[in-house]
């Protein structure tokens, strides 16, 4: 027992390592072509959904792009955590250049343990699929959400999808053992859904995007 959690935090501390040699690439895609279409398909929902004066919490933020893209839609401010610290320190070096260091702020923490402040808007973009303890991050980060909680991973919830992106993963997954990079989960989308539902979030938006699913969920006043 003792030392499957030691693994499991091992694990966890390799997530961070394993993202920080993506920081420069992120940075760099994130500069010269902005959000991601799957990104941007979650951005564009969340506005037509109502976001200007919001608070947002970016789990997972990478170098911060979600979080600078929904300040310019209008957020109030927005707080990243990342397991990686220099995606944390490129994000921060953003948010100066871009001129929302007042508005933006990041640290490197894991979601599912830290104390996340309280928000109307979550959001885990790419996120949940690099974690191995789904239930402990799902139960943090939904309780810290007001208003609205969405998250993209990889498109799992037919039966077709969940067989292709095991197969996919499967494979991505040896060659992330053979380079030690942190590996990808197929997290089990009708559970969350189940979990979710429990606490008083209804689904209101699903939508894929290449091998992505996009979800986002309300909670019922
Ligand atoms: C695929 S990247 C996506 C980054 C960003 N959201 C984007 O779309 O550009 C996944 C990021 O999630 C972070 N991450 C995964 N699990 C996390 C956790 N429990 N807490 C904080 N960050 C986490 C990783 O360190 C990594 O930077």
């Known amino acids: 027992m003792k030392a499957n959690v030691l693994m499991k935090e091992k694990e966890i501390e390799q997530i961070g390592n394993s993202f920080d040699d993506d920081a420069c690439s992120f940075c760099d895609d994130f500069k010269k072509s902005g959000l991601v279409k799957s990104s941007q398909i979650l951005l564009d929902e969340l506005t037509t959904l109502g ?3 919001k608070r947002l919490l970016d789990l997972g933020c990478g170098v911060g792009s979600f979080s600078f893209k ?3 839609r209008g957020v109030s ?3 990243g955590f990342d397991l ?7 994000a921060s070096r953003l948010s100066e250049e871009r001129g929302v260091k007042e508005r933006a702020s990041f640290r490197r923490d894991d979601a599912a343990k830290a104390a996340l402040p309280e928000s ?4 885990l973009d790419k996120s949940m699929c690099c974690y ?7 139960d943090n980060s939904s309780n810290a959400s007001r208003e609205y909680y969405s998250f993209i991973l990889p498109r799992s919830d037919t039966k077709i999808s969940r067989i292709i992106a095991t197969f996919v993963v499967s494979i991505g997954n040896l060659l992330s053992k053979i380079t030690s990079q942190s590996r990808t989960y197929i997290h089990n989308i009708r559970k969350i859904d189940r979990v979710l539902t ?8 699903r939508e894929t995007s290449g091998m ?3 979800l986002i969920y309300r909670r019922i006043p």
């Not at 990686?84 to 490129?90: H, R």
């Not at 109307?120 to 959001?123: A, D, G, N, R, S």
């Open 51 to 53: 976001i200007r004066g």
């Open 70 to 72: 929904a300040l310019e």
């Open 77 to 79: 401010s927005t707080a």
């Open 84 to 90: 990686s610290s220099i995606m944390i320190g490129t």
């Open 120 to 123: 109307e808007i979550v959001v």
């Open 132 to 138: 191995p303890n789904i239930d402990e991050l799902l």
């Open 198 to 205: 429990s606490r008083n979030f209804e689904r209101v938006f």
């Open 212 to 214: 992505w699913l996009i």
